[in-house]
């Protein structure tokens, strides 16, 4: 294979994810730079699918606009995966750092991202009866990506398939318990605030009397 750049190497691994991510793990390559454009796409996809979609297909929109949950279901859910399985890895003796993670983790969305920007456009273009294309669109993107992202972790860990797939189920067990405990930490500190902010009314109440 002819020695190619890292932005020829996203559409390298993109139409090869078999070849292509061993060539970027043999090879070291995969720009950190290009990852984080990748994730910065997928935040600004989750916004375009969840507010921009066609007005005929999504007419309940709320009128306030609140960006925190596209940031969890995009950027921190994508952090909690590459932490996930960064330390599931470490239970099977995976070669994959959290960097390495990370990159082909991104380089593996891609398909989805690409595939819902273009069933958001085509959403203000087509009718409701060819609304058939769309959600092709959509389910190629899908399976597309989660083939990547096997082959992205079956060579980053340099597993066996099965051993590949044992790991994405843990790392999906040890998602739901991060932000199971992620939740409870902000219980937490949200009871602790409460709690703050009522002695500090008392004493004001107090001082003022």
Not at 25 to 32: A, L, P, Q, V, Y
Not at 76 to 86: D, P, Q
Not at 179 to 191: A, N, S, Y
Request: aromatic share 16%; net charge neutral.
């Amino acid at each position: 294979m002819l020695d190619i750049n890292n932005a020829q190497f996203v559409k390298h691994v993109v139409f090869h994810p078999i070849e292509g991510f061993e060539d970027l793990r043999w090879k070291k390559k995969g720009s950190m730079l290009i990852a984080v454009g990748i994730v910065v796409l997928f935040f600004i996809q989750s916004i375009a699918y969840g507010r921009l979609y066609g007005f005929q297909y999504y007419v309940d929109y709320d009128k306030l606009f609140n960006i925190v949950p596209y940031l969890v279901q995009s950027v921190v859910l994508f952090l909690i995966w590459v932490v996930a399985n960064w330390a599931m890895c470490t239970l099977f003796d995976g070669e994959g750092s959290m960097r390495r993670i990370f990159i082909y983790s991104a380089y593996a969305l891609l398909p989805y991202i690409v595939c819902s920007l273009i069933s958001t456009v085509l959403s203000h273009i087509l009718v409701q009866d060819e609304e058939v294309f769309m959600t092709t669109i959509s389910i190629v993107g899908v399976v597309w990506s989660i083939a990547l992202m096997l082959s992205a972790m079956k060579a980053v860990h340099q597993f066996t398939i099965g051993k590949t797939l044992a790991l994405i189920l843990l790392t999906f067990v040890a998602m739901i318990g991060i932000l199971f405990l992620l939740v409870l930490l902000l219980t937490l500190f949200q009871q602790v605030l409460i709690f703050l902010f009522s002695i500090y009314t008392e004493i004001t109440y107090r001082v003022t009397m």
